[in-house]
């Protein structure tokens, strides 16, 4: 009887820690979140530059009470498949703390029932590609147990196309600029100064 105990056990400390090995399925949450974003057809996004407003809420559709475990919103900023080919470090995985799709932090939130926004500055660290926006909401252990996305569940439609901006800021420039006529004139003080010293010397 003991041997069975301990066997149960086992068998449920295996499954436990399988479950945190492989951590949670996307294809098993209910996409009970609605999200959208302002977007203009055909625009191109410019990091550091453009921005986004995303919203979200629950769909109302679902019964009362479906959002009851939801404690914290995190929206993410995703790669669409047409950016993921031939680029196994955006790999879409089932298994989220695998996947590999939402790797830029937009904003997080505590949760809410009515619908709530937020204006993101696309970041200048995000790469040139096209994007989609997903919500995840977790629950007080800070495990995912819902989400939404702007997009559909084949990734195709209301995506963003973004243009990463390369090259030194222009006030970086202008600040380079000014310390080298700063370091010229510096120079040419010195050399002025150091002539007329020279020169006292000598006539004295």
Excluded at 26 to 52: C, N, W
Excluded at 73 to 83: G, L
Aim: with cysteine; net charge positive.
């Amino acid at each position: 009887m003991a041997s069975t105990g301990i066997l149960l056990a086992s068998l449920l400390l295996l499954s436990c820690l399988a479950e945190t090995s492989h951590g949670v399925l996307l294809s098993s949450l209910k996409q009970t979140l609605i999200v959208t974003a302002s977007h203009k057809e055909g625009q191109v996004y410019k990091t550091g530059i453009d921005k986004l407003t995303v919203s979200w809420g629950l769909n109302q559709s679902f019964p009362a009470g479906s959002d009851s475990t939801y404690k914290t919103i995190k929206v993410k900023f995703c790669y669409a498949p047409v950016s993921q080919v031939d680029r196994g470090w955006r790999k879409t995985v089932d298994s989220l703390n695998k996947d590999k799709t939402c790797q830029f932090k937009v904003v997080a939130r505590p949760y809410s029932s009515s619908n709530q926004s937020f204006e993101w500055t696309i970041e200048r660290d995000v790469p040139s590609a096209t994007y989609f926006l997903r919500a995840y909401a977790y629950d007080a252990a800070d495990v995912e147990v819902a989400y939404g996305q702007t997009t559909d569940a084949q990734k195709e439609t209301n995506l963003f196309v973004v243009q990463a901006i390369t090259g030194r800021h222009a006030s970086l420039d202008i600040a380079s600029v000014c310390f080298s006529v700063f370091s010229v004139l510096s120079l040419a003080g010195f050399f002025i100064a150091e002539k007329r010293k020279a020169k006292s010397s000598h006539e004295k």
